[in-house]
């Protein structure tokens, strides 16, 4: 089964015992025998297993009583709940820090944070209104949630007047349940079974965490049953206010606390990231004694003037992370190794396990990342596990760190038979046959076959119908697979999609004769492909499936460029640039590994930037190269694949035949109302009261396109003290200047 197959089963088996569960808590007439029911729902657990990602939110692993999700009316939240970054080790505390301080223009040790726990349960956003309690929503997917408010009036932690509440506030946190209360939750569950089982009707499943058991009495239909379950509520955000709550975030969190709301007592503020650390131990050695279970330290800028000016990345704050604790273990026997070739041509080797529990899901399939990592080395050519390989057939450690894919960390070579053999990766595609090659540097063996690989190519092509890309009604995973080696109507590149229909023609409508086929679903495809030919510049760029143009860089590529045009003349004019960077890092890269062969510090004369600036580009690629980098959340990566894609002539002629079939839509610029929105503007000379990186974030977040040098495309010139040519030239061209005062005024309130 593949990713496509799992979503789409998933969806099926979640309308099936969505159904089921109505059927039999609603209506009291069961449409699905006890035993089906229960392999249904173990296909289920098993499918969200293997592809944990796909999990939905209205998953049937969490249904109790009767549905949830679409039962409840849905709440559009006026100021996002996102979600946060995470950190593992230490090191990414400090790296954190270190960006926060570099962001700001701060030494480092000048800003403090707060460390809480982070709670694991399920977050809620309260909302008041002249401190009354008016509704209560679930994050749902950060823009809209479920109103459960008749639920959450159950809630004894949550007041339902706040008399000394400002005229607008909304309060976010957790809801979650302790350990003792869960431990009664199951054991009456199982009590009311054996009277359930008497009668001979359905008994209920009991809840396999404390996370499950609140989510799934939160999300109740029927208020009476979240009433009788005791779930409890931690306050550590907010959301729209009318006023703020204070300067800090610890002012504003004991304000929740004079409200009313509990707020959690391991809640310090720390001046360094290492008492962060120090504090984040602390919490980790009283984890088990809390009471509820907690999954890591959520770390938060202190002071809420600095927060507003870290603002926040597509969906995470830039103030504030998650530092998460250890992962869970288990051991079991590596069954086999399979290669996976994903879209991007990469070999992915996957572990087929002996199923295992790990942190209560089951796991059958765990990544082993790429061939180093299976030989015991890691992407620099260092030890790892002690230099010890892993083989099929070998006992292996496997960890969970949250929802991400679990991952092969250690063997027991005591229980290594005598017959196993090193793992010998190939060198050729499993798929096509193809050389599989690794270039220098890089840790991924790629298959060179491109769009011959069927693999490749019918990974790109579902990657491109997915929901997130085009989402052509008709048009999923399975389809591609039939189309893709049809003998007349075959779907090779994505242009095929849109010239399926003429195609079809030519052939004398042979689709409708095909089986699973009509006359009906075929014009239903057509007309499904027709409406998707009007496609939005952002979502065309991430439907290609170029590596690192994900959707968020795909939507800063479009803002910034505006036009497929502008995009494509960018990629083709800074490729030369593109190379020599990617020469000269990689020229760094040999000598950093060479001195650390030898036990020397590394000679690294000069840096990559200095290297460009030499090196024998034309200055438009540099510039134009320049400019693409320095687009806000744009780097190197995305920056050097993007020019891959369009300088590789078969690609090229690809990409150019399927726009040929498309109406691809300008991007509306965010913000209409700021007066910069859609503006190009350009700083120069130095700032005072902040960093060129936050400059640059603050005026894109606001819809204005930041570029480099002045050009008459050039609107504003934001010139500082030491101002040189580029200030000299604007006035040439007549653009409007202003001093960094100028520009925050401009901006000002917004
Ligand atoms: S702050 C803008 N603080 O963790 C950031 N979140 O992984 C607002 N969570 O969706 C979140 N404990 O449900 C924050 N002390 C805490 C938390 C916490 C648990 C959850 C929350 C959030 C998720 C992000």
């Not at 820090?97 to 223009?105: N, S, W």
């Not at 955000?237 to 009318?242: D, K, R």
């Not at 027991?412 to 050729?428: C, G, H, I, N, P």
């Not at 590149?493 to 075929?522: H, V």
């Amino acid at each position: 089964m593949n990713l496509d197959q799992a979503r789409e089963e998933l969806a099926r088996l979640s309308a099936l015992l969505g159904q089921a569960n109505r059927d039999y808590h609603g209506a009291d007439t069961p449409t699905l025998s006890d035993a089906e029911f229960d392999r249904l729902k173990r296909r289920n657990a098993e499918i969200e297993a293997r592809f944990p990602k796909q999990k939905r939110d209205d998953s049937p692993s969490e249904m109790v009583g009767s549905a949830p999700a679409d039962g409840f009316g849905k709440i559009t939240h006026r100021v996002a709940m996102l979600s946060l970054g995470n950190a593992f080790e230490d090191d990414d505390v400090l790296a954190f820090d270190d960006r926060i301080c570099k962001y700001l223009g701060q030494p480092r040790g000048a800003v403090s944070y707060t460390a809480e726990p982070k709670i694991d349960g399920l977050s809620l956003s309260i909302r008041y209104e002249k401190g009354e309690m008016v509704s209560a929503a679930t994050r749902g997917d950060g823009e809209t949630g479920e109103d459960v408010t008749a639920n959450a009036r159950t809630i004894s932690d949550i007041p339902q007047r706040i008399p000394m509440a400002p005229a607008v506030l909304e309060v976010r946190g957790e809801v979650y349940m302790s350990h003792a209360d869960f431990e009664v939750l199951n054991a009456r569950i199982l009590e009311e079974n054996k009277a359930l089982e008497a009668a001979g009707k359905k008994v209920k499943t009991v809840f396999a965490n404390p996370r499950n058991a609140a989510a799934g009495s939160l999300r109740q239909l029927d208020v009476r049953v979240t009433k009788e379950r005791p779930l409890q509520f931690f306050a550590y955000a907010w959301g729209e206010l009318s006023e703020p709550l204070g300067s800090t975030q610890m002012e504003a969190i004991s304000r929740l606390g004079g409200f009313g709301f509990t707020i959690n007592d391991l809640t310090q503020i720390c001046d360094t990231p290492e008492a962060m650390i120090t504090h984040y131990r602390r919490i980790e050695a009283q984890r088990a004694t809390l009471g509820y279970d907690i999954d890591g330290v959520v770390y938060k800028v202190n002071d809420l003037a600095l927060q507003g000016r870290l603002g926040f990345r597509s969906t995470t704050p830039r103030w504030a992370i998650a530092h998460k604790f250890p992962a869970e273990l288990a051991w079991t026997k590596l069954e086999a190794i399979d290669i996976q070739v994903g879209r991007t041509g990469a070999l992915s080797p996957v572990a087929r396990l002996a199923p295992v529990t790990v942190g209560g899901v089951v796991v059958s399939n765990a990544t082993l990342h790429n061939e180093d990592y299976i030989a015991g080395r890691d992407s620099k050519g260092g030890v790892i596990r002690e230099g010890k390989d892993i083989r099929e057939g070998d006992w292996v450690q496997v960890y969970r760190a949250g929802d991400v894919i679990p991952k092969v960390a250690d063997v027991d070579l005591s229980k290594r038979s005598d017959a196993a053999q090193r793992y010998v990766f190939s060198e050729t595609c499993p798929i096509c046959g193809s050389p599989a090659v690794r270039e220098e540097g890089d840790a991924v063996r790629y298959c060179t076959g491109g769009m011959i690989c069927a693999a490749q190519a019918t990974e790109k092509l579902k990657h491109f119908v997915a929901r997130k890309a085009f989402d052509i009604e008709g048009l999923g995973a399975k389809q591609i697979e039939m189309f893709y080696d049809d003998p007349d109507l075959a779907i090779r590149e994505p242009a095929d999609i849109f010239t399926l229909q003429t195609r079809d023609r030519q052939n004398l409508n042979k689709l409708k004769n095909r089986k699973g086929w009509g006359d009906q679903s075929a014009s239903n495809l057509f007309a499904a492909i027709d409406e998707k030919r009007k496609i939005g510049f952002a979502r065309a760029l991430f439907s290609l499936g170029i590596r690192h143009i994900g959707e968020s860089a795909a939507k800063d590529l479009a803002l910034h460029f505006m036009s497929w045009e502008a995009l494509a003349t960018a990629a083709e004019t800074a490729r030369p640039a593109a190379l020599a960077w990617r020469a000269a890092d990689l020229a760094e890269e040999r000598e950093r590994l060479l001195a650390q062969k030898e036990g020397r510090r590394a000679r690294v004369k000069e840096s990559r930037d200095a290297a460009m600036a030499k090196c024998d580009v034309g200055i438009a690629a540099k510039s134009v190269w320049a400019e693409l980098i320095g687009i806000d959340g744009i780097g190197a990566a995305v920056g050097l694949s993007l020019t891959d894609a369009f300088a590789n002539p078969e690609e090229r002629a690809a990409i150019d035949r399927l726009v040929q079939e498309l109406d691809i839509e300008r991007p509306a610029p965010p913000r209409q109302e700021s007066p910069v929105a859609g503006k190009t503007v350009v700083f120069t000379g130095s700032l005072e009261k902040m960093t060129r990186a936050e400059a640059k974030a603050r005026a894109e977040s606001l819809g204005a396109k930041v570029a480099g040098s002045v050009s008459k495309k050039t609107d504003l010139l934001i010139a500082g003290p030491g101002a040189g040519s580029k200030a000299t030239k604007a006035a040439e061209m007549g653009i409007e200047t202003v001093d960094e005062d100028g520009w925050l005024a401009l901006i000002d309130g917004l």
